[in-house]
Nanobody
């Protein structure tokens, strides 16, 4: 599975961004869960949000209600709407996909989000 993420950029604090990730490849039919992770400088990678093929969602503990994940199964794509962004949201955001039993994961190349104060 190949994951192509887009939508990152520079935004002022309080602004919004929408990230997109599209999955492709012959194994895409085996993908159940897709997710966004992020990694800030000198910090561990952390879960932002995940969504299953059926639409069940899960958010990282520190994400609050500013982020919303959605999915379009017909397009094999997920989206992350990020509102009221803060400087501490600055990170590289990675798209992730996992198969039905989580025995296989795929990662995208990451997209940089920079929030200025």
């Amino acid at each position: 599975v190949q994951l192509q993420a887009s939508g990152g950029g520079l935004v002022q604090a309080g602004g919004s961004l929408r990230l997109s990730c599209s999955a492709s490849g012959s194994d895409v039919v085996h993908v159940r869960t897709m997710a966004w992770y992020r990694q800030a400088p000198e910090k561990q990678r952390e879960l932002v949000a995940a969504i299953t093929r059926g639409g069940s969602t899960d958010y990282g503990d520190s994400m609050g209600d500013r982020f919303a994940i959605s999915r379009d199964n017909a397009k094999n794509s997920i989206y992350l709407q990020m509102d009221n962004l803060r400087p501490e949201d600055t990170a590289v955001y990675y798209c992730n996909a996992a198969n039905w039993d989580y025995s296989t994961e795929w990662w995208g190349q990451g997209t940089l989000v920079t929030v200025s104060s």
